[in-house]
């Protein structure tokens, strides 16, 4: 079973920011959050990922709690091309031992 | 960024035939492959993951003998459904981790399969 939990899916308006909520409660210190998203028939694209800092790269940001039992994907001007399944994964250190969940699917409106 | 180039993206075939699907990693070396299947409005599953010069690591319920992994260098996997039934008809996804601990992995664009 996935170790992360996600709201099914989500909408957006195009334009606005796209905020994508991550449970991870039971992460262990050494794991990462990854997050990926797929593209229907296509392979899952790589977005981001972190350990306990917050992330930024030219596709999205990561927040994490303090805590690190959640996280949040936050694209900040979402597109009709950022339309997905976004997933949210927690792995060791070695970026192996993927279990994918459900995922969210983010549907961006015009 | 890293690339990984899945081959061929689409095959139809006649059941019982093999199929082979190519994984490589263009720009890295990858030190672990992974393949995945992913079922019409399911996520993805893990099958199998191989490490370069090594056998398989194959999941719990995934015949090793019907799909046969081979990691022979570091950019370069394939997987090998033999003797291919309709009920093997998937989506079927590779992924390559490189040398660096923490990296991501980095996934194929996937191959549909058919079997008629």
């Known amino acids: 079973d996935a170790k992360t939990t996600q709201p099914p899916s989500m909408d957006c308006a195009e334009g606005r920011a796209a905020n994508l909520p991550c449970n991870h409660s039971?992460?262990?210190?050494?794991?990462?959050v990854y997050w990926y998203r797929q593209i229907h028939s296509q392979g899952p694209q790589y977005i981001i990922h972190?350990?306990?800092n917050n992330e930024t790269n030219e596709m999205a940001s990561l927040i994490i709690t303090e805590d690190r039992k959640s996280s949040t994907l936050i694209l900040p001007h979402a597109t009709l091309r950022d339309t997905a399944v976004y997933y949210c994964?927690?792995?060791?250190?070695?970026?192996?031992?993927?279990?994918f969940g459900p995922g969210t699917r983010l549907s961006v409106l015009p | 960024g890293a690339v990984v180039s899945q081959h061929p993206s689409w095959v139809i075939c006649k059941s019982g035939t093999s199929v082979k699907i190519e994984c490589r990693s263009l720009?890295?070396?990858?030190?672990?492959m992974f393949w995945y299947r992913q079922f019409p409005k399911q996520s993805l599953m893990l099958m199998a993951t191989?490490?370069?010069?090594?056998?398989?690591?194959?999941e719990q319920g995934v015949e090793k003998d019907k799909f046969l992994i081979n990691h022979a260098s570091l950019t370069l996997s394939t997987l090998t459904v033999t003797s291919a039934h309709p009920e093997d008809s998937s989506f079927y996804i590779c992924?390559?981790?490189?040398?660096?601990?923490?990296?991501?992995?980095?996934f194929g664009d996937g191959t549909r399969l058919s079997i008629l």
């Open positions: 191989s490490n370069e010069g090594s056998k398989a690591t194959y």
């Open positions: 039971t992460i262990s210190g050494n794991e990462y």
């Open positions: 720009d890295f070396q990858a030190t672990t």
């Open positions: 992924s390559a981790h490189g040398q660096l601990s923490n990296q991501p992995q980095h």
């Open positions: 994964i927690s792995s060791d250190n070695y970026g192996q031992n993927f279990v």
């Open positions: 972190g350990l306990k």
